[in-house]
């Protein structure tokens, strides 16, 4: 009984271990065959993991499995591109699929009619033509032509023609020009360019669009063109010149009240140490602003952060202003003005040609970034050398006055022979002293000797 129980068990055990062990080389076989299937037909982004389809007619060695950074003159992209596309060069021409973004920056672009691009293309060019597909186009040209598909959005900003002779399968945004054309005037066919839904479209002109090219809307903005008036110019900049000329004298009475000699040494910090008022510009320009964002990040700091960048946007502020003056002291020293008040006619001057210069195209800019950094360089400049100044005057009295002390110490202690014949005759004298009051003792005494004998000479009488 026993026996027959054992084997019945044996047989069940068997049945399911091979219908299991069929079943796992089933799926095993099933998904190694998707496996091959997957990899004849399809490439797969490694980045994005964006399916792309290999057309059969590419070889491995037409295949570029990873992003792609082009440069040069002429750049021909003739093989699949699995992965982002960047170019920069002259005249770009591609006629191939690319899996990615492209980004291309040249003078002329060419996407060919045999060019898919199944995701974004950025271009930046003086003229495009885009005959192939596109998930998106965002491009920035002079002359844009769109003879081809737009699977989605087409973003195009122009500052004369665009042709659209091809067909965009969402919206349209144009930006900067009204010369918006749908069909091609050397060609006889009487097809047209199609934007599905609606086109926006901004100018300083509204232009004639065919209805029957827009499946949507037609928006349209004007783009209004700025007037200048010369008068109003002038009073602006007039405006500008009084309020900057302004500021500076009230930075230099401020100067001149609290910290005259401050003032009056700014063109001998600018002459003597042009260089270091440089370098100390920059590194404050520069350095000022990180430390008082990683103060911030601390927390814990982030009053001393606001104090410092409060102090920042003071010294920026009167930067130029203390250039101004420094090279108003300059010209005072070397035209010898005195006066206060010939320099105050002398700073508005230099304030006015400093403006006036300021005024330039690309000098004046450059100008004003080197007037801000010097007066900085300047300020910070003087403050370093009149600390290091007070501490080497502090360290020179404190060794002349430990030279003083043992000095005094030593003519104490020593003896001059003009002291000692001081001694000497302070001695004589008091002996010879002594001398006189005893001889003085010894007249008294002789004298009332005499007194006495007398008195007893004049009772015997």
Not at 214 to 229: L, S
Not at 248 to 265: D, E, M, Q, R, Y
């Amino acid at each position: 009984m026993l026996k027959k129980y054992l084997r019945n068990l044996v047989i069940v055990l068997a049945v399911l271990l091979i219908t299991f062990t069929s079943t796992c080389v089933y799926a095993l076989d099933a998904e190694n065959e998707d496996n091959q299937s997957t990899d004849e037909t399809v490439a797969v982004n490694n980045e994005e993991n964006v399916a792309i389809e290999q057309p059969s007619t590419y070889s491995t060695e037409t295949l570029k499995e990873h992003d792609q950074f082009l440069k040069g003159d002429t750049i021909n992209i003739d093989y699949m591109v699995d992965g982002n596309l960047f170019i920069i060069a002259n005249e770009v021409n591609i006629n191939s699929e690319i899996g990615g973004d492209t980004f291309i920056m040249a003078n002329k672009i060419n996407i060919g009619d045999r060019c898919y691009i199944y995701s974004n293309l950025f271009a930046v060019a003086k003229d495009i033509d885009v005959s192939g597909v596109v998930y998106n186009l965002y491009a920035v040209s002079k002359n844009i032509k769109v003879s081809g598909y737009v699977y989605r959005d087409a973003k195009l900003a122009t500052t004369d023609s665009i042709s659209i002779l091809g067909t965009i399968e969402r919206n349209a945004y144009i930006f900067g020009t009204s010369n918006i054309k749908f069909e091609d005037s050397s060609n006889e066919s009487d097809e047209k360019g199609v934007i599905s839904r609606d086109l926006n479209y901004s100018s300083y002109e509204e232009t004639s669009i065919p209805e029957e090219s827009i499946g949507g809307n037609i928006n349209f903005t004007k783009i209004n063109k700025v007037q200048t008036n010369n008068s109003n110019l002038f009073v602006t900049h007039l405006y500008r010149l009084t309020f900057s000329l302004i500021f500076i004298v009230v930075v230099w009475l401020l100067g001149l009240w609290f910290a005259p000699k401050f003032t009056n040494s700014l063109g001998n910090t600018l002459s003597s140490k042009p260089m270091p008022s440089v370098l100390f510009g920059i590194l404050t320009i520069i350095l000022l602003p990180i430390i008082s964002v990683l103060l911030l990040i601390l927390g814990i700091t982030a009053k001393v952060s606001l104090v410092l960048f409060g102090l920042y946007l003071l010294l920026l502020s009167i930067s130029s202003s203390i250039f101004t003056i420094s090279i108003n002291e300059l010209l005072c020293d070397k035209f010898k003005v005195k006066s206060t008040f010939g320099k105050l006619v002398e700073l508005l001057i230099t304030g006015a040609l400093l403006y006036i210069v300021q005024l330039i195209p690309y000098i004046g800019a450059i100008l004003s970034i080197i007037i801000v950094v010097v007066g900085l360089g300047i300020l910070i400049t003087y403050i370093f050398n009149n600390k290091k100044n007070n501490s080497d005057k502090k360290e020179n009295t404190i060794e002349v006055v430990k030279e003083d002390k043992p000095k005094q110490k030593r003519t104490s202690t020593k003896k001059t022979p003009s002291s000692t014949k001081s001694t000497k005759s302070k001695a004589e004298g008091s002996s010879r002293s002594k001398k006189s009051t005893g001889s003085t003792k010894s007249t008294k005494s002789t004298t009332s000797k005499k007194s006495t004998t007398s008195k007893k000479t004049n009772k015997k009488d």
